[in-house]
């Protein structure tokens, strides 16, 4: 019995410390949804990636499209000259964290070392971060306590097209992309990691997909500006 009382607190500081603010903030993202006609965000998660992401900033260029990139610290590190052309293109540079950890599993001081170091990090490659998205976004209490201490915004997401998974093909993409998006929307895709050249894909469909909805009239900006609306 005592083994059982103790196991309900363990677990009970574990909710409180990292499921219930997870789901706390994925469900009033869904609330804050900014009904705007016409400008929608796109974002992408996971890199720099030195097979995947340039390609797509070509992508970009081609529709002079402006995005905003939450990138992993380390990944950052090893690709400094995508950093400069993202900065020169007039892309918006956000974190994801040091080496993409998930929050559920770490501990106070694990996650403010994360911050730390990844912060430092991108301050070495000329950024002051701003823009926050948490891996997976979630988060726990020692993340909030950051974002706090350092000033941060937390971006989360309204669309994704579950882009990062390794039997979707591009037309699936593109086909979830046109039937979700919204205007005033933040869409959440992948520059790096996800399965079987995941990101390929991605890149394929919105080489479709930014056309069409440039077509249909859809403004694109970058997420600071979704926070000065
Ligand atoms: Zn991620």
């Given amino acids: 019995m005592k083994y059982l009382i103790v196991l309900f607190i363990l677990v009970l500081i574990y909710l409180f410390y990292t499921v219930l603010p997870s789901l706390y903030f994925k469900f009033m993202y869904k609330l804050k949804r900014k009904e705007n006609g016409s400008t929608i965000y796109l974002t992408f998660d996971d890199g720099p990636s030195n097979e995947y992401t340039e390609v797509l900033l070509d992508v970009l260029k081609k529709y002079d499209v402006k995005a905003s990139f939450f990138c992993v610290a380390n990944f950052a590190k090893e690709n400094e000259n995508i950093i400069k052309r993202m900065n020169k293109e007039g892309h918006l540079v956000g974190l994801h964290s040091l080496k993409h950890d998930n929050a559920y599993l770490m501990d106070i001081f694990k996650t403010n070392k994360d911050f730390k170091n990844s912060i430092e990090i991108m301050k ?12 997976w976004g979630d988060l726990n209490l020692a993340s909030l306590f950051n974002i706090r201490k350092y000033n941060l915004k937390l971006v989360l997401w309204n669309v994704m097209a579950e882009d990062w998974e390794g039997d979707t093909t591009a037309f699936d993409i593109e086909v979830k992309l046109l039937r979700r998006i919204k205007g005033g929307d933040i869409i959440c895709l992948h520059d790096g990691r996800g399965e079987n050249e995941a990101p390929k894909r991605t890149i394929e469909a919105l080489d479709k997909v930014i056309p069409i909805l440039l077509g249909k009239g859809f403004k694109f900006e970058t997420v600071d500006k979704y926070y000065e609306k």
Avoid: A, F, M, Q
């Fill in 124 to 135: 070495s490659l000329g950024k002051d971060i701003v823009y926050y998205r948490p891996p």
